[in-house]
C-alpha cells in the first residue's frame, strides 16, 4: 500500500477511537465535568496523566535535542520525571484529601482569600495558555509533515476533534480518551527504537541496547559513539554539559518543581477515589512516562549513529572518517533525506563543491579534528538537520516499514492532542469555577455552572486554535515561561499551604508575587518584555545568564526561592493565620475522612 | 489524640526526608555533580554516571513513589488515620 494512504488509515481509525469514545464518555454533572466523578482507578489515571504530561515536546523534540547535547540532555530526562516524586509526597495526596476541583480554589481556600485565589488564577491562565500555543502549533506540524495538508486544516481538524470531547465529555471524556493516546503514542514511540535497537545491538530492548555492544564487535554502542563525534570536532557524547555544572544543576531542579507545580498535571489528582490512590498514582504515571523517557535517550544515541553512518560510510566500515570516499556523494544519498529536504528539516549545502556531503563541526575547538577536515579540503559543515527529525524521519532512517511510519504520525497527533485537552481543562475549569462561580455569580447553579465550564471549554479551544494559527513571535521561550511561573508562583504557595500551619494569607501572596516578578524579570531581560523584539534589558542585569551563568529557561527555581524567602519573611511580620485555617491545615494532613470531590465551599 | 496527631505527622516527615535524602543524592550527586567519578565505573557499555543521568534516575524515582506509597499506608495504618 501507498505510504500515504497507510498513514491516513492509522490516523483516521485513532480518531475514530476518540470519537467513540467521546460518545461513550459524556459528563452530566459538574463532578464529572471537573475530575470525572472522582472515580478514576490509579493505573488507568496514572496512564492518563502519562498522555497528559507527554507532549508534542516529549514525543517529537526531545530525543532529538538529546542527540544534540549529549549527557546534557539529562537535564530534561531528570527534570521532567523526578518532579512527580514531589508530587507524590508533597501536593497530590494532600490536594486529594482537600477535595476540590481546582488549584486556585485551594489556595483561595487556604490562604483565607480572593486575592490570593486570583494571583493563582492568572499563574495558572499564563502557564497554561503558553503551554497550550505550543500544542496547537505541534499538532499543525504533525498534520502538515505527515497528511499533506497545510499546518492551518490540521489545526482546524485538531481543534474539532478536541472540540467533541473535551466540550461534551470534560475530565471524563479526556481522561478516557488519553488512555487511549497513551496507547497509541507509546507503540508509536517504541516500535520502531525496538527495530533500531535490535539492528545496531542485536538487543531488542532499547534501554538495554543503549549499554550494548554494537553488532559483531566489542566496541560499545556509546564508545563507537563517542569516538566518531569527537573525531568529526563535536563534543564527546558521554560526558558534554549543558553549560556549567551549575546551569546544569539548576536547570534540573527548575524542570522538577516546574513540572509538580502545573496545573494541568495536578488537576490529575483529583479525579482518584482516595488518599491512598492519589500516592500510588504518581507512580503509575511515571511508570508509564518511563517507558518513553528511557526509551529517549537510546533513540536519541542511535539515531544519531545511523545519521553519521549514512552520509560517511567510514563511520559503520571503519577507516579513515576524511578520506575522500568516505563522505557519501550528494546523489547517492538515500530516499528518506531527500524527502525530508522537502521541509526545509534537513539541508545541504555543497560548500567545497565536490558533490559530496561532509558533515561535521567547523566551529570545533578539537586541534586534530580541524587541522584534519582542513587538510581533506572540507570547506564548513554541509549538513544541517534539524532536531525535530531524529523522531520524525527515524523509521526511515532505519528503513522499517509503512505502518511503523504511519504509527510514528498518529503517535505524534495523539500526544499533541491529549496534552492540549489537558491544558484546555485546567483553563476552563479555573475560568468557569474560580472566576464564574467563585468571583462573579456564587449562587450559580450546577447546571449553570456545567453549562457554563462548557462554554469556557470551548472558548478556550478557539482562543488556543487562534494562537496556534497565529503563534506570537515568542512562542519558542514559551514553555520555559510556563515552568518558570509553575515554579516560582505555585509549587511554594501550595507546598507552604500544606507543610506550613502558620503560613499567612500576606506571606504566600508576597511571596507568590514576588517569585513570579523575578522570574518574569530574568526572563523578559533576555528574551524582551512579554517577548517583544527589541525590548530586552540585558545592559541592565549585566549581560546574557548574568546571575551565576543561569539561563532563563533554567532560573524557576531560583525563582521559586525568592518565594520562599519573601513569605517566610512577610509572614515574621503579620499577623498568624486564623484558628479554623490551622485546624484545616492539620486536616488535610491525614487521609481519614476523605470524601468524593465536590466543589462547593 | 494531640499528641498522636503530632506523632503521625513526624513519622511522616521523616520518612519525607529519607525519600527526599536518595532522590537528591542519585539526581544531584550521582546524575550531575559526581558525574565525572561515577563515569569510571562501568555498567555494560554505560559508563555510571552517563547511565544515572539517561537512565538509572527515573528507575529510581519509580521505586521511590512506591515505597513511599507503602510506607505511607503503613504509617496511616499504625496512628489509626486512614480511609475506610
Same mark, same amino acid.
Given at each position: 500500500?501507498?505510504? %500515504? ?45 502519562? /498522555? ?7 514525543? &517529537? ?70 503551554? =497550550?500555543?505550543? %500544542? ?37 471524556? =479526556? ?31 532499547? %534501554? ?13 554502542? $556509546? ?12 563534543? %564527546? ?51 508509564? &512516562? ?109 528503513? $522499517? ?18 496534552? /492540549? ?31 457554563? *465550564?462548557? &462554554? ?8 488556543? *486554535? ?23 508562583? $505555585? ?6 499551604? &500544606? ?99 465536590? *466543589?462547593?465551599? | ?84
Amino acid at each position: 500500500m501507498e505510504l %500515504q494512504t497507510t498513514i491516513y488509515l492509522v490516523v483516521g481509525a485513532t480518531f475514530a477511537l476518540y470519537i467513540a469514545i467521546a460518545i461513550w464518555a459524556r459528563a452530566g454533572s459538574t463532578s464529572e465535568f471537573y475530575v470525572a466523578g472522582g472515580g478514576v482507578p490509579p493505573v488507568m489515571n496514572g496512564m492518563a496523566t502519562a /498522555a497528559d504530561w507527554m507532549s508534542a515536546a516529549s514525543f &517529537i523534540s526531545m530525543a532529538g535535542l538529546i542527540a544534540n547535547m549529549g549527557y546534557g540532555g539529562g537535564l530534561f530526562l531528570m527534570g521532567w520525571t523526578g518532579g512527580y516524586v514531589l508530587l507524590a509526597m508533597l501536593l497530590a495526596p494532600y490536594l486529594r484529601k482537600f477535595g476540590k476541583f481546582t488549584v486556585p480554589q485551594f489556595i483561595g481556600d487556604r490562604y483565607y482569600s480572593k486575592t490570593a485565589s486570583m494571583v493563582a488564577v492568572f499563574c495558572l491562565l499564563t502557564a497554561s495558555l503558553t503551554y =497550550i500555543i505550543g %500544542q496547537m502549533t505541534g499538532v499543525g506540524v504533525a498534520f502538515s509533515r505527515f497528511l499533506g495538508v497545510s499546518s492551518d486544516t490540521g489545526i482546524y481538524v485538531g481543534m474539532a476533534i478536541v472540540f467533541m470531547y473535551a466540550v461534551f465529555g470534560g475530565m471524563k471524556g =479526556i481522561t478516557y480518551t488519553q488512555v487511549a493516546q497513551y496507547i497509541v503514542l507509546i507503540f508509536a514511540y517504541t516500535v520502531p527504537a525496538i527495530f533500531i535497537s535490535m539492528h545496531l545491538t542485536g538487543n531488542p530492548i532499547p %534501554q538495554l541496547g543503549l549499554g550494548s555492544d554494537m553488532v559483531g564487535s566489542d566496541v560499545s554502542l $556509546l564508545a563507537k559513539l563517542d569516538q566518531v563525534v569527537v573525531d568529526l570536532g563535536f563534543g %564527546q557524547y558521554t560526558t558534554t554539559t549543558a553549560g556549567s555544572t551549575l546551569n546544569m544543576f539548576v536547570y534540573t531542579l527548575s524542570l522538577m518543581i516546574g513540572t509538580a507545580g502545573l496545573p494541568h498535571v495536578i488537576m490529575r489528582f483529583f479525579t482518584v477515589p482516595t488518599v491512598k490512590d492519589a500516592r500510588s498514582s504518581a507512580g503509575w504515571a511515571l511508570i508509564f &512516562i518511563a517507558i518513553l523517557y528511557t526509551t529517549a535517550p537510546a533513540v536519541a544515541a542511535m539515531a544519531k549513529l545511523n545519521l553519521h553512518g549514512t552520509v560517511n560510510t567510514a563511520v559503520t566500515k571503519g577507516g579513515d572518517l576524511f578520506a575522500v570516499e568516505s563522505s557519501i556523494k550528494n546523489e547517492d544519498r538515500p530516499d528518506w533525506m531527500k524527502r525530508w529536504e522537502k521541509t526545509g528539516l534537513l539541508k545541504f549545502t555543497d560548500k567545497n563543491g565536490d558533490g559530496r556531503i561532509q558533515y561535521y563541526n567547523d566551529a570545533t575547538k578539537n586541534t586534530e579534528a580541524k587541522a584534519k577536515s582542513a587538510a581533506a579540503g572540507w570547506k564548513g559543515n554541509e549538513l544541517e538537520v534539524n532536531a525535530d527529525i531524529i523522531v520524525l524521519a527515524n523509521p526511515e532512517i532505519a528503513l $522499517l516499514p509503512n505502518w511503523v511510519i504511519a504509527l510514528v504520525a498518529a503517535g505524534g497527533l495523539a500526544a499533541a492532542l491529549s496534552t /492540549a485537552a489537558g491544558l484546555l481543562m485546567a483553563i476552563s475549569s479555573s475560568v468557569s469555577h474560580d472566576l464564574i462561580k467563585g468571583i462573579f455569580v456564587p449562587d450559580i447553579s450546577e447546571k449553570g455552572e456545567l453549562l457554563a *465550564g462548557k &462554554i469556557s471549554m470551548a472558548v478556550a479551544i478557539v482562543v488556543a *486554535g487562534y494562537l496556534g494559527l497565529n503563534p506570537p513571535g515568542f512562542a519558542a521561550g514559551t514553555v520555559a515561561l510556563a515552568f518558570g511561573i509553575a515554579a516560582s508562583s $505555585l509549587f511554594p504557595a501550595i507546598m507552604m499551604g &500544606i507543610f506550613s500551619k502558620k503560613m499567612n494569607k500576606e506571606g504566600a501572596i508576597a511571596g507568590m508575587l514576588a517569585g513570579l516578578f523575578i522570574t518574569l524579570f530574568y526572563v523578559f531581560a533576555h528574551k524582551g518584555i512579554f517577548f517583544i523584539k527589541g525590548t530586552e534589558f540585558l545592559p541592565l542585569i549585566g549581560g546574557a545568564n548574568s546571575f551565576f551563568g543561569i539561563t532563563p529557561e533554567a532560573f524557576g527555581a531560583i525563582g521559586a526561592i525568592v518565594n520562599f524567602v519573601t513569605a517566610y519573611l512577610v509572614d515574621k511580620v503579620t499577623a498568624e493565620p486564623p484558628e479554623h485555617i490551622q485546624h484545616m491545615v492539620e486536616a488535610v494532613r491525614t487521609p481519614r475522612g476523605s470524601k468524593a470531590v465536590s *466543589g462547593a465551599h | 489524640m494531640e499528641d498522636s496527631g503530632k506523632a503521625y505527622w513526624s513519622a511522616t516527615l521523616r520518612l519525607l526526608y529519607g525519600i527526599m535524602a536518595v532522590w537528591t543524592f542519585v539526581t544531584f550527586g550521582a546524575g550531575i555533580l559526581f558525574v565525572d567519578f561515577f563515569n569510571k565505573i562501568h555498567l555494560g557499555g554505560y559508563p555510571l554516571g552517563f547511565w544515572f543521568a539517561h537512565q538509572g534516575t527515573i528507575y529510581i524515582y519509580i521505586a521511590l513513589i512506591f515505597i513511599y506509597a507503602k510506607k505511607m499506608n503503613e504509617i496511616d495504618r499504625r496512628f489509626d488515620v486512614h480511609e475506610d
